[in-house]
């Protein structure tokens, strides 16, 4: 079964958002929520952001009502939140209130979550992509009739709670790994005494610049690593001569840097090199290179293990400590080897460190099986929704 496409426009009332000024202190801090692209793709309904607005700063905005989609329409496209609560956005979100007599919200927002692919392919060439209102006013959507609406949706919201138990259960390992790490090195963090990394390290050194092509080495980049862990989804291949390979082969327990970023809080962050991960892609494990937006630092594990600095550098006293170190230039940020080199590490007693390593690995056991169901949920989600847009549930 099909169902018939309308536009956006046709379906509700469409704002685009705006920020009040920001000099004005009276028109912020108050209890209405100031919606930004990083509030969207959440689990649940908006109600809670970083930033709010008082009852005169929402005077000077466009107050959206419970239950508008929302859609980033600058930078980030496609990203789509749903208001919990009635709130404000700001000028990169495009919000509609659908007519619910045509559309339901939640049947809308599951909807909207589809059109990312067709926002970029709307979006002008500029350095910025941007989906203006009235080009997001022209996107379609199907509407199938809302008694047909309201089952697809509870569906989708099914599967979707799922995914959220799944998530909040890899953020809780999260938690946990953070509160093992703190009483296990209690004395050393509240210790002022603290060493330069160099001091641990024989060898920092950058990756290659050569461009990725159809063969060579696997060569892992800034989004293998970006989030703490190796990611090795959309691995690209990198060709390098014999020297330069040898000079770049990674090994088990190698840290890898990001060392350059638009977003600051992805500089410093590191991920260890495991083979027993990479062996899960075909390549050979002793094949792995890595690019030149990051440094590799190899430690000398008699003093620092790299999963102990690695999460050291993943909270916020580690961030904080990344972030003096690191500089701007044209608009990203940066850290070289001088900086990594001077951070300055507290001294952890590798009695300490074996007992957290320990105590690690076995939370990593429960964060695969929680990134297993995860993966299950994820792809049960995708496929219930392809299958709900095309009438065959």
């Not at 649940?44 to 607005?53: A, C, D, E, G, I």
């Not at 400590?321 to 300055?344: D, H």
Request: charge should be positive; include cysteine.
């Amino acid at each position: 079964m099909s169902y018939p496409f309308r536009p956006l426009e046709s379906l509700g009332t469409i704002q685009t958002g705006s920020t009040p000024l920001t000099s004005e202190d009276s028109y912020w801090g108050g209890d209405i929520p100031f919606v930004t692209p990083g509030e969207l793709d959440q689990d649940s309904p908006v109600t809670k952001t970083p930033r709010t607005l008082s009852a005169l700063g929402a005077e000077q905005a466009r107050l959206l009502k419970a239950h508008a989609v929302m859609v980033c329409c600058i930078g980030s496209l496609g990203k789509v939140g749903i208001a919990g609560r009635q709130l404000v956005t700001n000028q990169q979100i495009n919000a509609i209130e659908f007519h619910e007599d045509k559309i339901l919200p939640r049947f809308g927002y599951y909807a909207c979550q589809r059109l990312k692919q067709k926002m970029f392919s709307v979006a002008p060439a500029t350095t910025v992509a941007i989906v203006n209102k009235s080009k997001f006013g022209q996107l379609e959507i199907p509407v199938p009739p809302v008694p047909e609406q309201r089952r697809i949706a509870a569906i989708l919201d099914q599967a979707a709670a799922l995914r959220a138990k799944r998530r909040a259960a890899l953020a809780w390992l999260d938690s946990l790994v953070q509160s093992v790490f703190r009483e296990t090195f209690r004395s050393s963090l509240e210790s002022e005494k603290r060493i330069p990394l160099k001091e641990f390290v024989t060898e920092f050194r950058y990756g290659t610049s050569n461009k990725s092509e159809s063969s060579g080495y696997p060569a892992l980049r800034i989004p293998n690593v970006a989030g703490g862990t190796l990611d090795l989804g959309e691995l690209k291949t990198v060709p390098v001569d014999d020297a330069e390979y040898s000079r770049l082969k990674l090994i088990d327990g190698d840290l890898l840097f990001v060392r350059t970023n638009g977003n600051p809080d992805f500089v410093g962050r590191c991920a260890v090199f495991d083979s027993t991960l990479v062996a899960t892609t075909g390549f050979e494990t002793s094949s792995f290179i890595y690019a030149s937006y990051l440094i590799r630092a190899r430690l000398d594990t008699k003093q620092l293990l790299p999963a102990v600095l690695q999460q050291y550098l993943s909270f916020d006293e580690g961030k904080r400590e990344v972030r003096s170190k690191s500089k701007t230039s044209a608009g990203q940020f940066n850290i070289n080897t001088e900086g990594l080199g001077t951070l300055r590490i507290p001294m952890l007693p590798m009695q300490d460190q074996l007992a957290f390593l320990e105590q690690l690995t076995k939370i990593e056991r429960q964060r695969s099986i929680q990134r297993r169901f995860l993966d299950e949920s994820d792809a049960l989600m995708a496929s219930l929704d392809y299958r709900a847009f095309r009438g065959e549930l």
